[in-house]
C-alpha cells in the first residue's frame, strides 16, 4: 500500500517534465519566430539577436535544472520506494543523521554551477545593459524617448534626421520637448536591421516596457532616464506591453512597436510630421498628395 503512494507521488515530476517537453510545440513558451533571424537557423528563435541570445542562456539553465530536477527525483523516488518495501514488508527502514562529506559536496557543485551562469552569461548582459557597450552611432541617433504613464506610453521623437553632435545634446534633448519632436501615443515606430536606442522614463509609477517576442525588458523607474538597446529583425507589427502592476488600468497599457526597413520608416516618420504640422487648413508645400487632396478638396468646397 505504502509503495502505491510513492507510485502516486512520483507521478506528479513526471507530468511536470512531460508537460515541459511539449510546451513548446504547444505554443505555451516563450513566443517564437520559426525560421531564420539574423542568420541564425532555429525553430525557437526571438525577432532580435539579443533575444535569441537571452533565448540560449535560457536553454542553457533549463537543461541544468531539468537535469537537476530529474535526477533528484529518481534518487527520492528510489529512497522512498525502498523505505516503503521495507515497512510493507516489516521490516525497519536505515536511519541516519547526515554525512559530512555529501554536504559539502552538494554545496559546492550548485556554487561552481551559479558561478559558471554567472560568468557565462557577462557578455550578453554588458551587450544588453551596459552603456559603453552600446554602438557611438546608435547612442547619437536616438530613436524615441519613452514616457509611460498611468495608463499609455507617450512617444517623442527627435525632429526627422537630426542627429546628435556629443552625449551632452542627447542629455540636453532628453531635458525637455524641442522644435521639430514628433509624438505619438501607444505606437513606437523603429528602423529594423540597426541597432536602436530608446530612453525610457516614468511620469508617475514604476511601469515596466515589455515587448516579449523580442524579450526586451525594462522598468520604468521615476525620476530615472534609462537607455534601452535592442534590434528588430523582422519588420512588422510587436505587442508592447506594461510588465509592471502599475495600478487600475494597466490592463490597458498594451500597446504596438512597429518595425519598417530604413525607407519605410523614414516615410512613416515623415508621414508623422505632415500630420502633426497640418493645422486643418494649409497643406505643406512639399506633397505633391497632399496638393491634389487639396485641391479635391477645394473643389468640392466650390
Ligand atoms: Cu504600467
Not at 87 to 115: C, Q, Y
Not at 143 to 169: H, K, L, M, N, V
Not at 182 to 189: K, M, T
Not at 210 to 227: C, E, H, M, N, Y
Amino acid at each position: 500500500m505504502k509503495r502505491l503512494w510513492v507510485a502516486f507521488f512520483m507521478f506528479w515530476p513526471l507530468l511536470a517534465v512531460v508537460v515541459c517537453w511539449f510546451a513548446a510545440d504547444m505554443n505555451w513558451w516563450l513566443p517564437r519566430h520559426d525560421g531564420t533571424i539574423g542568420g541564425a537557423e532555429g525553430v525557437t528563435t526571438a525577432f532580435s539577436p539579443i533575444g535569441q541570445r537571452i533565448d540560449d542562456l535560457f536553454h542553457l539553465i533549463l537543461i541544468i535544472t531539468s537535469v537537476v530536477f530529474v535526477g533528484t527525483h529518481i534518487a527520492l523516488g528510489y529512497v522512498v520506494w525502498g523505505g516503503a518495501k521495507n515497512v510493507d514488508e516489516g521490516r525497519k527502514s536505515v536511519f541516519t543523521h547526515g554525512s559530512h562529506n555529501l554536504e559539502v559536496m552538494w554545496t559546492i557543485i550548485p556554487a561552481g554551477v551559479l558561478l559558471f551562469i554567472a560568468l557565462y552569461q557577462m557578455d550578453t548582459w554588458a551587450e544588453y545593459r551596459v552603456k559603453s557597450t552600446y554602438p557611438e552611432k546608435a547612442l547619437r541617433t536616438p530613436i524615441a524617448e519613452i514616457t509611460a504613464r498611468q495608463f499609455e506610453w507617450r512617444i517623442r521623437y527627435p525632429a526627422p534626421g537630426r542627429e546628435f553632435a556629443s552625449d551632452a545634446e542627447v542629455d540636453q534633448w532628453l531635458m525637455g520637448p524641442q522644435p521639430g519632436d514628433l509624438y505619438s501615443v501607444n505606437e513606437l515606430h523603429v528602423p529594423t536591421n540597426r541597432p536602436v536606442i530608446v530612453h525610457l522614463r516614468s511620469m508617475d509609477v514604476q511601469h515596466s516596457f515589455f515587448v516579449p517576442k523580442l524579450r526586451v525588458k525594462q522598468d520604468a523607474v521615476p525620476g530615472s532616464i534609462i537607455p534601452i538597446k535592442f534590434e528588430v529583425t523582422k519588420p512588422g507589427e510587436y505587442e508592447l506591453l506594461c510588465a509592471e502592476l502599475c495600478g487600475w488600468g494597466h490592463y490597458k497599457m498594451g500597446a504596438k512597436l512597429i518595425g519598417r526597413n530604413t525607407q519605410g520608416h523614414a516615410a512613416a516618420i515623415e508621414k508623422m510630421r505632415h500630420d502633426q504640422e497640418y493645422d486643418g487648413i494649409t497643406q505643406p508645400a512639399d506633397s505633391v498628395v497632399d496638393q491634389t487632396e487639396s485641391t479635391t478638396r477645394m473643389a468640392r468646397t466650390n
